[in-house]
């Protein structure tokens, strides 16, 4: 089998939210998709051992909120590498209650949001596929949404464990130098950093320009309030990479 052609299925990136006022969390998912028009129906495929299934499995209901391409990496970080268990994911969360069921709705970073009522579930193996009625939905803003794939290849995102897709993390690249390395930085000195909750690898010859710091910066001189540009966690959670 080619294990790349799994990397050619598209997917957008969703948060899945669950509870109540009181009471609840959220996970990222790529695998939340309309599966029927009449009546309106969503899927989402629920890792069996996230949190959140818990959520949907009792409150019976559930929300999708549907992330924009320029997200905070903090709000990835915050419900898409971390379980709820004994943290409220919800701290300094901009959410609503769903005008039907009461469901917490993520309108953080989101574009639009769905208010599902679950109908029906299917255990699928390491997944649950939860089948929700949408209720009711909304459009926030005209951003341009979320795709996998812009996470995979511009973000240099990987899936946690718990995504149901069989996708290899994105190989290293030949680093690509926009700019000379300053002579007293020698390239076999500077060490490429993982970060510890994500798996984002800080290369120092490509730098992170997206964020202002220039090819051929060493991990070491990158400013204090540096953040993960893919989870947002700071600096203190990268580790040497050790190839
Ligand atoms: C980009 C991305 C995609 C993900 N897709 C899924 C998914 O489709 N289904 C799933 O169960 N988990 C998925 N996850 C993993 C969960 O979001 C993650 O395990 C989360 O910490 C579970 O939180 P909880 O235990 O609080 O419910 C994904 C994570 C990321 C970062």
Same mark, same amino acid.
């Given at each position: ?12 990136? =969703? %948060?899945?939210?669950? +509870? ?21 129906? %969503? ?13 949907? #499995? ?10 924009k391409q320029d ?23 901009? =959410?609503?209650? +769903? ?44 951003d341009t949404p979320l795709?996998?794939?812009y ?5 240099? +995102? ?54 202002? %710091? ?24 990268? #580790?040497?990479?050790?190839?």
């Open positions: 089998m080619d294990a790349s052609a799994f990397e050619k299925l598209s997917y957008g990136v =969703y %948060i899945i939210a669950s +509870g109540c006022s009181d009471e609840k969390n959220a996970f990222v998912a790529t695998t939340a998709f309309q599966v029927t028009s009449e009546p309106l129906q %969503i899927a989402v495929a629920c890792n069996k051992n996230n949190f959140t299934r818990t959520f949907i #499995e009792i409150f019976k209901k559930f929300s999708v909120s549907v992330l997200y905070t990496p903090s709000i990835l970080g915050n419900f898409g590498y971390r379980t709820g268990r004994g943290v409220n994911k919800f701290d300094g969360i901009h =959410y609503k209650l +769903g005008p039907h069921t009461s469901v917490p709705i993520v309108l953080d970073d989101a574009v639009a949001w769905f208010e599902c009522k679950l109908v029906n579930s299917i255990d699928v193996g390491s997944h649950i596929l939860f089948i929700g009625e949408v209720m009711d939905a909304d459009t926030l803003t005209d795709t996998y794939t996470y995979r290849e511009v973000k240099k +995102g990987k899936a946690p464990k718990n995504a149901p897709h069989g996708v290899a993390a994105p190989k290293d690249e030949e680093p690509k130098f926009e700019k000379p390395l300053t002579n007293n930085i020698k390239s076999s000195t500077m060490k490429s950093y993982e970060c510890s909750v994500c798996g984002y690898v800080y290369n120092p010859a490509e730098g992170d320009p997206d964020n202002g %710091i220039a090819p051929g910066t060493p991990f070491e001189e990158l400013p204090d309030d540096w953040t993960c540009p893919l989870c947002g966690v700071p600096k203190s959670d990268f #580790e040497v990479k050790n190839d």
